[in-house]
Nanobody
Framework: EVQVVESGGGLVQAGGSLRLACTVSGFASDDYVVGWFRQAPGTETDDPEGVSCIDEIDGHIYYADSVKGRFAISKDNAKKSVYLQMNSLKPEDSAVYFC?????????????????????WGQGTQVTVSS
């Protein structure tokens, strides 16, 4: 059974930084794709925004325009973890951040990750950026 667990959320002032961690267990090998999504308050609950994804096999990393230059995704296979380093945070980054993992997902260089490609999701971690 695949398990995905996020951690690292919290309250931070605008301009600050947070690092989210996503620990993935249960895959037989490390060739899975990981996506980060976020659900902002007041938005449709079934349509989270695809923020970033990473696919080591294809060498693809994607960032949404809204976070490009501020967020960085990385993967540590030894720790079975994917990290989302978030710098220069803005109030509009406030959301519940979800990590998802799947071997069949595709991480495009230009298109946002699509939630329906991911079968394994974490419970989410809250990020709140105060102004």
């Amino acid at each position: 059974e695949v398990q995905v667990v996020e951690s690292g959320g919290g309250l931070v002032q605008a301009g600050g930084s947070l690092r989210l961690a996503c620990t993935v267990s249960g895959f037989a090998s490390d060739d899975y794709v990981v996506g980060w999504f976020r659900q902002a308050p007041g938005t449709e609950t079934d349509d989270p925004e695809g923020v970033s994804c990473i696919d080591e096999i294809d060498g693809h990393i994607y960032y949404a325009d809204s976070v490009k230059g501020r967020f960085a995704i990385s993967k540590d296979n030894a720790k079975k973890s994917v990290y989302l380093q978030m710098n220069s945070l803005k109030p509009e980054d406030s959301a519940v951040y979800f990590c998802a993992a799947d071997r069949a997902a595709y991480c495009s260089l230009k298109l946002a990750p699509r939630k329906y490609e991911y079968d394994n999701w974490g419970q989410g971690t809250q990020v709140t950026v105060s102004s």
